[in-house]
């Protein structure tokens, strides 16, 4: 399967301050990226698709301005959350899909962000 | 909308038990359903991928089937062991990206 890291795999910061997280393909060459956020508990919720060249699609409520999408090459996508507030610590998971349209997908190790 | 349940969502299970875990989901229409293993504060493994045609996967202990019209995946497995200890989720893929269950907390005691 594909390998996919995240990095930092864990970060604390002050509210206000932005985070940045990165998610690297490490085999293969992805147009597309998934950015997942997962409460305690709860499930994996889609948070947006992250797509090389052009700009991010976003799911329903999530807000495109405070969570910024960056895939600049097909094996990068950086998602910053801006001015960080407590109810925004979660565990955020990117993934790829090396196939086309409906195969597997492949999740990187998540971060895990908490904000003080 | 899309909706994944898991059943139970936890189990505790002595070790060399065989068991079986539920996933069900509202809208049949799926290209492909995914179990994957989730360990504590870790990302997700992919165990097992059974596409829309398909009717069952097998990987070594683990056994997953698909019953598309009634909206019903389970993974079985065998001969538990300590080491499976952890969340499993299942998802599932239609029109829109991968939607997931809660998951089962499973604990498998020695």
């Known amino acids: 399967g594909a390998v996919v890291s995240q990095h930092p795999s864990r970060v604390i910061c002050k509210s206000g301050t932005s985070v940045k997280i990165e998610c690297r393909s490490l085999?293969?060459?992805?147009?597309?990226m998934f950015w997942y956020r997962q409460f305690p508990k709860q499930s994996l919720m889609l948070m947006a698709t992250s797509n090389e060249g052009s700009k991010a699609t976003y799911e329903q409520g999530v807000e495109k301005d405070k969570f910024l999408i960056n895939h600049a090459s097909l094996t990068l996508s950086t998602l910053t959350v801006t001015s960080a507030h407590p109810e925004d610590s979660s565990f955020y998971i990117c993934?790829?899909?090396?196939?086309?349209?409906?195969?597997?997908?492949?999740f990187g190790p998540g971060t895990r962000l908490t904000v003080l | 909308k899309q909706e994944v349940t898991q059943i139970p969502a936890a189990l505790s299970v002595p070790e060399g038990e065989n068991l079986v875990l539920n996933c069900s989901f509202t809208?049949?229409?799926?290209?492909?359903l995914q179990w994957f293993r989730q360990d504590p504060g870790k990302g997700l493994t992919s165990l097992l991928l059974?596409?829309?045609?398909?009717r069952e996967q097998t990987s070594g202990r683990l056994n997953a089937s698909l019953d598309k019209s009634s909206g019903r995946s389970t993974l079985y497995i065998a001969a538990s062991q300590p080491g499976d200890s952890a969340t499993y989720l299942c998802?599932?893929?239609?029109?829109?990206?991968?939607?997931f269950g809660k998951g089962t907390r499973l604990s498998v005691i020695a």
């Open positions: 809208d049949s229409a799926i290209y492909n």
């Open positions: 993934s790829v899909e090396p196939g086309q349209g409906n195969d597997e997908q492949f």
């Open positions: 059974i596409q829309s045609s398909q």
């Open positions: 998802a599932v893929k239609g029109n829109t990206p991968l939607v």
């Open positions: 085999d293969f060459q992805a147009t597309t």
